[in-house]
């Protein structure tokens, strides 16, 4: 395989890790693993949330470099496992530039779960986590119900493009009043309860996992990168509690 060839083939993969969920550790070492596997005398990888730059010295002691721009995460757990998978064949086997491009279409182009699915995972996860934090079955109810829309509404508002950060104001916004006003209609009794159990639907625990493990495994720029982001999103949500809160006069319903 020509290494510019490599080095798109490494790049895509490092490329899908990263926005699937992995930690910038794991993608540096895939890239160095694959083209090591390949004759590279030399990898050297420099990943961030937002950026990759891979530079490689062939057999022949010629130097390729290749960049790219990293915009935007999905997490899909499903995805990153399949990835693992082919890039142990690749080390294994040493596929042709034909081979890994196919595989790796393949994956790029898998279904994820059907929106109803995501719809009624975030409806009982909503509902556990408000019992867990102390609401009672009439709040699960309520909460499971808003965690229902809440993935809809979610949904919607990333189609429509909208940024990350705005479209956890708007979430957070509008299942806070919806809250408020079901437990005002005596659909519920403890408003705070239902609040935390949709809430949880939106916080950022894998993004905020991952900046610790990169910290502490020494990649500290990438590690505090995904850790403000985590940050930022977190006040995104509390933004937009604290916006419902304000409409109806400062205080929720108790």
Known sequence: MHPEQLLTCALDMGEMMLISGAEIG?????????????????????????SMVVSIEDRDRKFYTQTRRITGTQTNLSRLDQLNSLSREICAKKPSYSFIQAKLRIIREMRPYPLWFRAVSSALIAGAFTVFFGGGWADMVVSAILGFALCFC????????????FVNVVASFLVSLAAIALVGAHCGQDVNKIIIGNIMLLIPGIALTN??????SGDIMSGMLRFFDAILVAAAIAAGYILAAQLIGGSLWI
Do not use: K, P
């Open 211 to 216: 900046s610790l493990r990169d910290m502490i």
């Open 26 to 50: 794991r993608v540096e070492n895939t890239v160095q693993l694959i083209c090591a596997a390949y004759g590279c005398r030399r990898t050297d990888v420099f990943t961030i949330t937002s």
């Open 154 to 165: 979610t949904h919607w508002l990333q189609r429509a493009g909208m940024n990350q950060i």
